[in-house]
T-cell receptor, first 115, second 110 residues
Framework: GAVVSQHPSWVICKSGTSVKIECRSL??????MFWYRQFPKQSLMLMAT?????????EQGVEKDKFLINHASLTLSTLTVTSAHPEDSSFYIC???????????FGDGTRLSIL | QKEVEQDPGPLSVPEGAIVSLNCTYS??????FMWYRQYSRKGPELLMY????GNKEDGRFTAQVDKSSKYISLFIRDSQPSDSATYLC??????????FGPGTRLSVLP
């Protein structure tokens, strides 16, 4: 149980394009999903917390207009990297939680490479 | 002082060894403690989830929490090369405000 699917697993695109990453909870309903960024050999960096039906809460230093988050249903959250540039290249990972007081379950991540 | 501290390693052990991974923390309000395993270019996978002090065992894995010392451990018995990964500790207050350790890279040599 508690499977989180993330798509795509790897995307390469040109600078200036927008990229959408999907995060789905397959066998449970997730009122809260989280988006992380991870640089090589570094730990997870929380970008935002996404609650179904409301606006996402962004961590300090994360640009809301750059990283658009939509949590339209209890099983789907999307992260759109708008006008991506090479410095946005990273490993993005989503997670979902079944409340209350339950641990996070992670997707397999999306490797984003901006040329 | 960081909220959660974890030795980044790398830690190399021979196959069959007992591995001890540790985290210390500063926030006494943490109640829930987790260990995740992350293979290269994959998302973290939940290994153990414990509440409050004590031990919890699952197969070759034992999680230990000592709230009085603000110290948690993960023991891996009979380690295998497939256990080679980065291990992240995580903790939360009432299931909110998760904090992750930086991770320990483990290599189990055949």
């Amino acid at each position: 149980g508690a499977v989180v699917s993330q798509h795509p697993s790897w995307v390469i695109c040109k600078s200036g394009t927008s990229v959408k990453i999907e995060c789905r909870s397959l066998d449970f309903q997730a009122t809260t999903m989280f988006w992380y960024r991870q640089f090589p050999k570094q730990s997870l960096m929380l970008m935002a917390t996404s609650n179904e039906g409301s606006k996402a809460t962004y961590e300090q230093g994360v640009e809301k207009d750059k990283f658009l988050i939509n949590h339209a249903s209890l099983t789907l959250s999307t992260l759109t990297v708008t006008s991506a540039h090479p410095e946005d290249s990273s490993f993005y990972i989503c997670s979902a939680r079944v409340p209350p007081r339950q641990p996070q379950h992670f997707g397999d991540g999306t490797r984003l490479s901006i040329l | 002082q960081k909220e959660v501290e974890q030795d980044p390693g790398p830690l190399s052990v021979p196959e069959g060894a007992i591995v001890s991974l540790n985290c210390t923390y500063s926030n006494s309000a943490f109640q829930y403690f987790m260990w995740y395993r992350q293979y290269s270019r994959k998302g973290p996978e939940l290994l153990m989830y414990t509440y409050s002090s004590g031990n919890k065992e699952d197969g070759r894995f034992t999680a230990q929490v000592d709230k009085s010392s603000k110290y948690i451990s993960l023991f891996i018995r009979d380690s295998q090369p497939s256990d080679s990964a980065t291990y992240l500790c995580a903790m939360s207050v009432r299931g909110q405000n998760f904090v992750f350790g930086p991770g320990t890279r483990l290599s189990v040599l055949p």
